[in-house]
């Protein structure tokens, strides 16, 4: 009889903690205003998540953003490997209506571009008022980019950013730093 009570009592502590780790982390959230025109230009990657598309990449990451007639965003995404060669990749983005610090991204053929699995999340998740920097994540998690005009960026910056980031429930252990800390 005595277990009972001790069972309920570790079941409510499990449930407590569990509860307590599910909302110690902010959900991710875009910023509320993005203005495309001054987002628009060439960013500097100074850190990422590991994804496979980038694996061949060793530095000089790079991502330039140009606006097209067509309301959608132009994205040349651009990296130098091992050897010292540069590669690239060219995509387009497209607003998410309703929401202005969200696009979609896509990196195949225009005649793919039907399909909804072709379309992944970009969504700005901070962003200096000057668009000096930004942090561009995905609400699953997977995807996060620390991104600066500048080719390196402010050691403290970083660890700000950083900070953002996991609040907002991004594990950073293995965050690849791909530009210099001042």
Request: aromatic share 10%; hydrophobic share 50%; proline share 7%.
């Amino acid at each position: 009889m005595h277990l009972r009570p001790t069972l309920l009592a570790a079941g409510m502590l499990l449930w407590a903690s569990l509860a307590t780790d599910a909302v110690a982390a902010a959900p991710v959230t875009s910023v509320p205003a993005l203005d495309m025109g001054r987002y628009a230009g060439q960013w500097h990657e100074i850190a990422h998540l590991p994804v496979s598309f980038q694996k061949k990449c060793v530095g000089d990451i790079t991502a330039t953003y140009a606006l097209r007639a067509d309301g959608r965003i132009s994205v040349h995404n651009g990296c130098r490997i091992a050897d010292g060669e540069r590669i690239a990749a060219e995509g387009v983005a497209r607003p998410v209506e309703g929401h202005p610090g969200r696009l979609q991204v896509r990196f195949v053929p225009d005649w793919l571009a039907w399909v909804p699995l072709v379309w992944a999340d970009y969504w700005v998740i901070a962003l200096d008022p000057d668009y000096q920097w930004a942090v561009v994540g995905d609400p699953a998690h997977k995807y996060l980019w620390i991104l600066s005009r500048s080719p390196s960026m402010d050691s403290a910056l970083f660890a700000r950013l950083k900070a953002r980031a996991e609040a907002m429930g991004y594990d950073l252990a293995p965050l690849k730093v791909m530009a210099p800390l001042d």
